[in-house]
């Protein structure tokens, strides 16, 4: 069955036939085998979002576990589901078209979205319809899923786990808020069965102030850089508490570039390499302050890509959604071109960048949904003493009997050594993940499917 999955997976890009529908502000494809759907909801006037649903071929009826929807959202802000997600980290073919076996259709169907408006294919008609921040992207996508949760794509029927990595994570959170009012006023039939959280920029101020002292404990930088870098993550904690958010936003970008600096090149998705082997990131001699963030912004595209393909070389992302997947899907007006992480929509959340969201994970654990946080051990930018400390500032009542249960070690198959460790109690939920950096799909497959499996509660775990 697998087999003749990918086969048809492939054949598509070519062969396959396609039907139209129309459901009010939305356009709908579908595969002529039914295990794809596609299209674009209109969530404002000339603002329309693109999705992607694969069903997937190892579904198990099981009575007792229904099988599970994971939606997953991307980060940067600007950062392309439908394409980066999908063919870098857990779809089912990676961007060479080969069959990926970590995919995480092995568990669960997969929904992506370019979220917001002006990422990856989504696009606008007028520079008026971006939106500036995490609420009003969680809006329209509310809209998109109450456009797209009827019977032709089966939402009603399945639990949707909403799974976030990077600054996908502030998405993910106001997200299922808004769902939940959305549900209550009877606007919106879905059943929500969790948020995870993955490597999720939370708290910056947290992750601001954690750099250094683990780059110190991880001798890559040295005391008075550390000293330094306190400094500058102190102005951060301080512009946020006064709600100066813009100002804090490019003191983020000026710790960054000195703890760069000082550290010769560390790689902030991955402490254990050299930001240096991306051939997208270099040293920026700008001065200004503003194109030193543009710039910045890259990195959190370039570095999985270079993971994974070779720029301009086989299995190149942007000439692949832009050519053979852009001909697939046939609905991609012919002025949007793909690009895996958005500046203009990045610059455009300049003000929500630096915010906290450990008020709406309160929000949500009192509310009873199931929150799942996990993290790569060798990120940077969203590291795990940073993830722990904001969830230290979590007011849920259950938090004290959570840090004092005892961890759980994590193995993964055939594989030895400890893989990871994990923590629960009632409705949140912890995994540690040995090995991996920001990126924990790609860095350690093997273990995350398994936490995917556990999370979602798949019939086929």
């Known amino acids: 069955m697998e087999k003749l999955f990918v086969l048809r997976l492939c ?139 009827n019977d032709s794509v089966g939402l009603q029927n399945t639990p949707l786990y909403i799974f976030a990595e990077s600054y996908g994570g502030k998405f993910a959170v106001t997200l299922a808020l808004s769902l939940l009012r959305a549900i209550r006023a009877g606007r919106l039939k879905l059943n929500l069965g969790g948020v995870a959280l993955g490597d999720s920029w939370i708290s910056p101020e947290d992750f601001t102030s954690s750099w250094a002292p683990l780059l110190r404990d991880l001798s890559r930088i040295g005391s008075v850089a550390q000293q330094q870098s306190n400094s500058l993550a102190l102005k951060i904690s301080e512009e946020i508490k006064k709600g100066r958010y813009e100002n804090a936003t490019l003191s983020w970008s000026n710790l960054e570039d000195f703890i760069f600096a000082k550290s010769n090149g560390v790689d902030f998705y991955n402490f254990m390499l050299d930001q240096d082997m991306d051939p997208v990131i270099s040293t920026s001699e700008e001065s200004n302050s503003f194109n030193t963030v543009k710039v910045k912004v890259k990195s959190y595209s370039a570095y999985l890509s270079h993971k994974i393909y070779k720029p301009g070389g086989e299995g190149d992302l942007e000439a692949l959604m832009n050519g053979p997947i852009k001909q697939k899907l046939k609905i991609i007006p012919p002025n949007v071109k793909w690009g895996s992480q958005s500046d203009t929509v990045f610059l455009l959340f300049e003000s929500d960048f630096m915010k906290p969201r450990i008020k709406e994970v309160d929000e949500l654990l009192v509310q009873g949904v199931n929150v799942t946080v996990y993290n790569g051990q060798a990120d940077l930018i969203c590291s795990t003493k940073g993830t722990e400390a904001w969830i230290n500032k979590l007011k849920w009542k259950g938090l004290k009997s959570f840090i004092n249960t005892q961890r759980i070690p994590l193995f993964c198959g055939n594989e030895k050594g400890t893989k990871g460790f994990f923590r629960s109690y009632k409705n949140l939920n912890f995994y540690w993940i040995l090995g991996a950096g920001h990126f924990v799909p790609v860095d350690q497959p093997c273990v995350a499917l398994d936490m995917v499996g556990k999370i979602t509660q798949s019939p086929a775990s």
């Open 11 to 149: 054949l598509v890009l070519i062969l396959s036939s396609y039907s139209l529908f129309q459901f009010g502000t939305s356009t709908t494809q579908k595969s002529q085998d039914g295990s794809e759907e596609w299209g674009y909801v209109q969530v404002r006037p000339k603002a329309h979002m693109f999705w992607w649903l694969y069903k997937s071929p190892f579904r198990v009826e099981d009575g007792s576990k229904p099988w599970p929807t994971i939606l997953w959202l991307q980060g940067g802000p600007g950062g392309s589901g439908t394409g980066f997600g999908n063919f870098l980290e857990i779809g089912p073919l990676d961007s060479k078209l080969k069959p990926r076996n970590s995919t995480w259709l092995r568990k669960a169907d997969l929904l992506f979205v370019d979220n917001p408006v002006g990422t990856g294919y989504s696009y606008v008609e007028s520079s008026g319809q971006f939106v500036k921040g995490d609420w009003d992207a969680a809006t329209d996508m509310t809209t998109l899923l109450a456009e797209v949760s």
